[in-house]
């Protein structure tokens, strides 16, 4: 990971040199890239709302802000990195120019996660990790925007080298995509009317001269509870209606039927 950030930052240095003047690329970038970018090391920053802090920050503090998770791979297989934030780097390039340009990055420690005594114990309920031995540690570099923080609970369980691997969700965040796998369709119309509609609260009895200046108004008064009411009573009756018909078309055929049941024979007296 260090080793490709390092690349294309490389690459961004080169690309600018080369635009400038394309004549001795190489030794001026030998040169040239040391005062390229400055490295500011902070404590604390905020990365897509989330708040991160150092292990060395946190010492006499009740909040924790340093357990950070990234997803990478571990000979082939895809798996989940736990650690704690040790430095916050940020590093400003092009930094004469009037644009501001800088990446922030993290180094980490990582828990080691292999072992029989040491690593990773997962219940299937609980994951749990040993504090206290580390692996990559030739690799501690993410980039701030990889990272995904994550909590750490004391595991009563298995003592006081073993925490507890808390994941959460963001909430409150206005500067992240909601979790929302539902996708609604948008449609407005492509027409518009131009009538003007008013609506014009106030007593029946007031004075409604002033409303007739642009046209005759017509004064409707009714409550609304009972009109929906009466929409009830008029939709059950249809109902009764119906039912009714399919009673009188139900004894009808029965009837009917009944009658040419009951009809003698035609029989030959010859």
Known sequence: M???????????????????????VDRRLEKGFARWFKT??????????VRYSTVDREKYLQTQNSGVMVDGT????????????REILELQYNSD???????????????????????????????????QSFWYKDDPFILATQSKKIFYLQDTSLGNEWRIVQKFEHRNMYNVSEKDDHIFDVHQDDNCSDTEHEVHEGNADEDLDHLQEDGEVTIIEANLEDLNNQANLTEDSRDDADEDDTIL???????????????????DDD
């Open 74 to 85: 571990h000979e082939g297989d895809n798996i989940e990195f736990y650690g704690v934030l």
């Open 2 to 24: 260090e080793d490709e950030i390092m690349d294309k930052l490389v690459c961004m240095h080169r690309e600018e040199l080369e635009k400038e003047d394309a004549h001795d």
């Open 97 to 131: 120019l009037d644009i501001y340009r800088s990446v922030v990055l993290f180094r980490c420690d990582w828990f080691n996660q292999v072992g029989k005594t040491r690593g990773v114990r997962d219940d299937g309920h609980f994951k749990s990790i040993n504090i």
């Open 249 to 267: 078309q139900y004894c009808s055929d029965s009837g009917n039927g009944n009658a040419e049941d009951d009809m003698p024979e035609d029989t």
């Open 40 to 49: 500011h090391s902070c404590a604390s920053c905020i990365v897509n709302g």
